[in-house]
């Protein structure tokens, strides 16, 4: 696809990009996170202008396994990442020097993590070796296979900082191929800092003749339903501004149960922070919004979605204030997926995913070899 989006809500104003430095970057983007919005932060950092190549479902299976979402999705997740200014559905697996100039792009930007396609070889060779290829760094602590690993273990060891036995298995189980242990695809602990929230949150104060909106939720595995619900929420006025309340962990299993949240209260902040039709997160905000919180953000519209509204510890009704003032709406984006829904997809591909994650492990690791004799070589030389 290479028209602009720049008529879709939240987009710039894209007229064409001559004189920018124009930069690309392609991936799977299953499982979209908040290190996929890191990586596409840091690309455009890097350029004017972030085309995003998005591979179809067909090109996953063939060389890393089956994705957990449908291109459909994807492209739609990736085109709601506030950095991104247009994307390519479709990409090639492999860029290559072709697809640079077809685009009119630069340079290609891809994480520090290596990219194999079913045979294990580079796909990012031909234009690295050109000279038109930066990397960013990847964000460590997250990574498509610790969130498989999380969702099918179904316990809430994630929670706790200790370290069980139980997430010791899951490191061992989603981490580790049987010949060592691969930094790309391997678990690690994610920390929070205040840079990186400053980094992802856009700093911009309501203004006046701004609408604010208020939204509450968990907004686990931030994915599709999300995006639906929230681009509806942004549509609802001339100049939204929409604040995103995200409950404590705690809160969120009390009402959720199981082993909810996936993702903890530090993971699913930037998720939100990345959309671009959220202007600012309240983080653990209160279960009931109720007068205080209102009339501190002066909140004019209050929006929930389809799915339940569960009652407060008290058995009350959460948006019973925002009922009185007459600021509720029930807002349809007519999306029903739900995390549940995710994660029931995953159970049942199990051992799908998990011959995709060692078959992905066991290809890292075989470069990695690779590159350590080719230093040795280096150094006897």
Sequence with gaps: S?????SQPGFPDLQGHAGQVDTVTARSYDMVHYGHSNQLRQAKN???YLIVGVH???EISKHKGPPVFTQEERYKMVRAIKWVDEIVEGAPYVTTLETLDKYNCDYCVHGDDITLTVDGKDTYDEVKRAG????CKRTQGVSTTDLVGRMLLMTKAHHSNLVSPIRLNHTDNFGKGPKGHSPWTGVSQFLQTSQKIIQFASGEEPQPGDTIIYVAGAFDLFHIGHVDFLEMVYKQAERPYVIVGLHFDQEVNRYKGKNYPIMNIHE???SVLACRYVSEVVIGAPYAVGKDL???FKVDLVCHGKTEVFPDKDESDPYAEAKRRGIFRTINS???????DIVQRIIENRLQYEARNEKKEAKEMAVIEAMKKRRLRNRIC
């Design 2 to 6: 290479e028209e602009t989006e720049g």
């Design 56 to 58: 179809t479902d067909a």
């Design 334 to 340: 007519g999306n029903n997926l739900t995390t549940d």
């Design 46 to 48: 890097m350029g004017d």
């Design 132 to 135: 038109r290829y930066k990397e």
């Design 294 to 296: 209102l009339d501190h």
């Design 268 to 270: 699913r902040t930037l």
